[in-house]
């Protein structure tokens, strides 16, 4: 799901005020230059440019800068768990690179950027998504029913998916298995089907030329109007918006 962007800006550190910090809401810190450690409780790490960190709120991290350090921070609600807390790393780091140069440049005009920079944002969490999907948490991995039922939705996403059926497939009445599941994966069935097709959506998105109506299909919509309906509201961006984004990241 898009997340919502409450700051993002451009800031210079030759050290930080605190080295010892714990914030209130979520900062993914994304470096464009320079360097600087970063220990949350796990070890110390070095954070290098087109890397990142993610700051969880009530966390404390302890962090030193090594070279003068440029940065884009991106401050969003706290409580998510959109992205994992610590260093984060990017396979396909000139697609990051580029992401850097549309910042600047949004920067650098007089328009109000506030919504790129907010598509921009919801980019690098897809994109560090997609590099690294979602393992099922302990307890799913534990019960074989909800991993059946994890893999079944997971395969089916071209399909209505409904919950009493899911729940028939698993020999368990509906408030069981919806108590089951959400206990093994810490979310509803119909949060993981959402967030599986627009998981699905983006891939189609940025990987093919199919048509919007075609992909809206596969993703088990009934038309391209609910889709994009839906994709915007989970997006804050439009299906074709998002698809040009990510061709003339991908070009530039």
Known sequence: ??????????????????????????????????????????????????????????????????????????????GSN???????????TQRIASTVRLLQSVDASDADGTEFRQALFNDIINQYRLENPRQLPPL?????????AVAKIDENLHKKLHLPALAEAAFLSYVQFSRRFKAAMGMTVQTYISEMRLKKAKQLLSDSDISIKEIARSCGFANEYYFSNFFKAHQNTSPTEFRTLTKTTEKL
Do not use: W
């Not at 610590?86 to 396979?91: D, E, P, R, S, V």
């Open 1 to 78: 799901m898009g997340q919502t962007l409450l700051v993002c800006k451009y800031v210079l550190r030759e050290k930080f005020d605190h080295e010892t910090y714990s914030g209130k809401n979520d900062i993914l810190a994304l470096v464009v230059s320079g360097s600087f450690q970063v220990d949350d409780g796990s070890g110390m790490q070095v954070v290098k440019p087109m890397e990142a960190v993610c700051f969880r709120e009530g966390k404390t991290y302890h962090r030193k800068v090594l070279e003068p350090v440029a940065l884009y921070l991106f401050r969003y609600p706290g």
């Open 82 to 92: 959109i992205l994992p807390s610590g260093k984060l790393t990017f396979q396909d």
């Open 140 to 148: 799913a991995q534990r019960d074989p029913v909800i991993s059946a």
